[in-house]
């Protein structure tokens, strides 16, 4: 009996010592995996934020023969003495409240629609997913020739009412310009969302919708007790990615108005982004930077919170 279990007894150090060379070569292989995105993580996210917490405390500009010096918080007594700043403010909470809901919702209706097993239906997919694919700049260079005074717009408008309405100069008037750049984004990124709306339908199961249907349900109240709550989880990626999108807004400011008429479509991230480089005043656009970077976190969080799943 004890040359039969001595065998077993031996063994164990030996099956030990291979379970630890596993996993201790896949620790290794996973950190090998891992170390290029953190590596990336640091460079282009960490060291950035950590720099601009920097410079916003000091008096720095981006070329300057002189070092930087620690003045404390005056960039921000500064900035929040800034009118232009408080306008950047208004427009951009102006972009936001009006692009997230109408983006949203849009891009729902259309996901609802393209969800039809239908001839045909993978073209209409297509086509609205068609300018997602195209760059920002291009678009804006596009529609920046849309709305001129003598451009396509104007001139539907003209057609429409046979010569009685003239179109106003949409880029150039500060009551139109805003308005004309938040059509633009949402014919723009509409279907970018649609995409997102889509693939939370196709996860609700079918035998939902059968069930309503046996129980006489109208098509709203399958939409409001189906496909609804069966959307909690994407309604809120929908949700913050499109407010961090419209609070980012930039390139068509930058493209098509340079944040005039009056500062009408200055947005934050605009005046950081022409303080920091077109003016050079480096510091003072890490602070607008960190101001930024705490109304998105703060406006994220309260977004979260609200459409948190409850008990």
């Given amino acids: 009996m004890p040359t039969k279990t001595a065998a077993p007894e031996r063994l164990r150090p030996v099956r030990r010592t291979r379970t630890t060379n596993a996993r201790r070569r896949e620790s290794l292989t996973a950190f090998g995996m891992a170390t290029p995105a953190v590596v990336l993580l640091i460079v282009f996210l960490v060291v950035p934020v950590a720099l601009a917490f920097t410079l916003a405390f000091t008096d720095a500009r981006l070329v300057s023969p002189t070092p930087a010096r620690f003045v404390g918080l005056r960039n921000f007594t500064l900035l929040f003495q800034d009118p232009t700043f408080y306008k950047s403010l208004r427009n951009t909470a102006y972009f936001a409240a009006v692009v997230v809901p109408l983006q949203a919702g849009l891009a729902l209706v259309l996901a609802l629609l393209v969800n039809a097993k239908v001839r045909g239906i993978n073209f209409f997919r297509t086509v609205y997913f068609l300018p997602v694919v195209t760059s920002m700049v291009v678009v804006s260079l596009l529609w920046t020739f849309l709305y001129r005074k003598d451009g396509l717009v104007n001139h539907v ?4 009412t046979f010569g009685h309405v003239e179109g106003p100069d949409w880029l150039g008037d500060p009551a139109t310009a805003m308005p004309a750049i938040i059509l633009m984004s ?40 189906v496909t609804w709550p069966g959307l909690r989880a994407t309604r809120t990626f929908v949700l913050v990615t499109i407010t961090i999108a419209a609070f980012s807004l930039f390139t068509q400011i930058r493209v098509m108005t340079q944040g005039g008429p009056l500062d009408s479509t200055t947005t934050v991230v605009y005046q ?7 003016q050079q005043q480096t510091a003072y656009a890490a602070a607008i930077s960190l101001i930024f ?9 309260v977004q979260r919170f609200l459409t948190r799943e409850k008990d």
Avoid at 157 to 160: A, N, P, Q, R, V
Avoid at 189 to 209: D, K, N, S
């Fill in 157 to 160: 408008i003209s057609t429409l």
């Fill in 293 to 301: 970077f705490v109304l998105v976190l703060s406006v994220s969080l």
């Fill in 272 to 278: 950081a982004v022409h303080t920091g480089y077109d």
């Fill in 186 to 225: 949402v014919w723009q990124g509409v279907g970018f969302h649609m995409i997102i709306w889509l693939a939370g339908l196709q996860t609700i199961p079918a035998e939902l919708y059968e069930a309503a249907d046996l129980d006489g349900a109208t098509r709203w109240h399958r939409f409001r007790h």
